[in-house]
């Protein structure tokens, strides 16, 4: 890939989560129907607002993942690993709470994806300390993603 232009492989990061996250939704058409038969914590929007934020949330990832992708640094292959990670997590999460209605092993689920995303926090600071703070609003949304699943857990 290295053929394509900076202009490019932006892109590229930028459709990479929202495909990722209209696929899971798209694999998940029970959302609606668990969200009526769980009860939720509060603060926990509805499906539609729910999906809005999983699309735009992870689209702050894409500055940090598109210089990763051009720099050359000794860290930049464990940190393209733990991006892939944290999409594939981010894939799986409403799938596995929602469509399954595994609450506790979506909470493990969650848990990972928020240890992973702290993990690729601290190798992007490595890399470049002004792209990490791209991340935080990530990482904070893995947060409510963990709250959202251990809410649940307990109240249903």
Same mark, same amino acid.
Request: hydrophobic residues 60%.
């Given at each position: ?29 029970? *959302?609606?129907?668990?969200?009526? &038969? ?9 499906? &539609?607002?729910?999906? *809005? ?31 892939? @990670?944290?999409?594939? #997590?981010?894939?799986? $999460? ?14 493990? $689920?969650?848990?990972?994806? =928020? ?16 792209? @990490?703070? $791209?991340?935080?609003?990530? =990482?904070? $949304?893995?947060? #409510? ?9 307990? =109240?249903?």
């Amino acid at each position: 890939m290295n053929h394509l232009s900076h202009h490019h492989i932006f892109k590229l990061c930028l459709i990479l989560p929202v495909i990722a996250t209209l696929c899971s939704f798209l694999l998940s058409p029970g *959302i609606s129907d668990a969200f009526s &038969a769980f009860r939720m914590p509060p603060a926990v929007p509805d499906p &539609a607002l729910l999906l *809005i934020l999983m699309l735009l949330f992870p689209l702050a990832n894409s500055f940090p993942l598109s210089y990763v992708f051009h720099c050359h640094h000794p860290e930049r292959s464990q940190a393209l690993k733990l991006f892939l @990670a944290s999409y594939f #997590f981010l894939f799986f $999460w409403p799938i596995l709470l929602f469509e399954y209605q595994v609450s506790f092993f979506a909470l493990v $689920w969650s848990m990972a994806l =928020l240890l992973i995303n702290c993990c690729l926090c601290l190798q992007i600071f490595l890399i470049r300390p002004k792209s @990490a703070f $791209w991340l935080l609003p990530y =990482l904070l $949304w893995c947060t #409510f993603l963990f709250y959202i699943s251990f809410g649940i857990l307990i =109240l249903n």
